[in-house]
């Protein structure tokens, strides 16, 4: 596994995703060769369940990409988890979160 330093300035991008449960926020960001070392979430009012949740899988993404795991692999242990708001799109916001991941590494 591959130890890595963060540089000062990262380049990322945000993908606003629509949910049945409100708009998510997607911030992915990138290292000067276009390797995926930084994910995060926000969506839902600052402290809630729902951000702490999402607070802690993103910060376990950021160290699994640190590390060297793949983004499919990343992405593959996300999609498709099903939860009581799900819509036609996304099963559930880790779904979406796996998908919308995926999507971001292969630039779609």
Same mark, same amino acid.
């Not at 979430?41 to 993103?58: D, H």
């Given at each position: ?7 000062? &300035?990262?380049? /990322?991008? #945000? ?7 409100? #708009? ?11 390797? &995926? ?9 600052? /402290?809630?369940? *729902? ?6 899988? #993103? *910060?376990?993404? #950021? ?17 498709? *988890?099903?939860? /009581? ?24």
């Amino acid at each position: 596994m591959q130890n890595f330093k963060r540089p000062k &300035i990262m380049k /990322g991008a #945000t993908r606003k995703i629509k949910l049945q449960c409100g #708009t998510m926020y997607l911030i992915v960001n990138r290292t000067e060769s276009g390797e &995926i070392k930084e994910v995060f979430v926000r969506m839902g009012k600052g /402290g809630s369940c *729902f951000q702490v949740t999402t607070g802690v899988v #993103t *910060f376990l993404l #950021t160290r699994m990409l640190r590390k060297g795991i793949s983004v499919e692999e990343l992405a593959d242990c996300l999609s498709g *988890f099903r939860c /009581g708001n799900a819509d036609e799109e996304y099963k559930s916001c880790m779904d979406a979160i796996g998908r919308e991941l995926l999507k971001e590494h292969r630039g779609e």
